[in-house]
């Protein structure tokens, strides 16, 4: 696992996918949120808008990213 620093309150979780490295681009956000294949804090989440805050684990392709404070 890897820490994430953001530098506002909250992030959204596709915005956070591409910050973190996990993914190209938006529309790959899109397509690994929509087919369930993103998890936070050990759930599957399908929205694309989900609202992050620090301490949230975001897991992809056997890889995890924890949102941090910048």
């Known amino acids: 696992m890897f820490d994430v620093a953001i530098s506002d309150q ?3 979780l596709g915005q ?3 910050l973190a490295n996990l993914i190209d681009s938006g529309a790959e956000a ?3 949120i929509a087919d369930g294949l993103v998890c936070v804090n ?3 989440e399908t929205r694309r808008g989900r609202q ?3 301490g949230d684990v975001v897991e992809l392709g ?3 990213a924890r949102v941090s404070s910048g």
Request: glycine content about 12%; charged content about 30%; proline content about 0%.
């Open 10 to 12: 909250v992030i959204r």
């Open 16 to 18: 956070f996918l591409k």
């Open 30 to 32: 899109k397509e690994v």
């Open 42 to 44: 050990g759930d599957v």
């Open 52 to 54: 992050l805050v620090v």
């Open 62 to 64: 056997g890889q995890s």
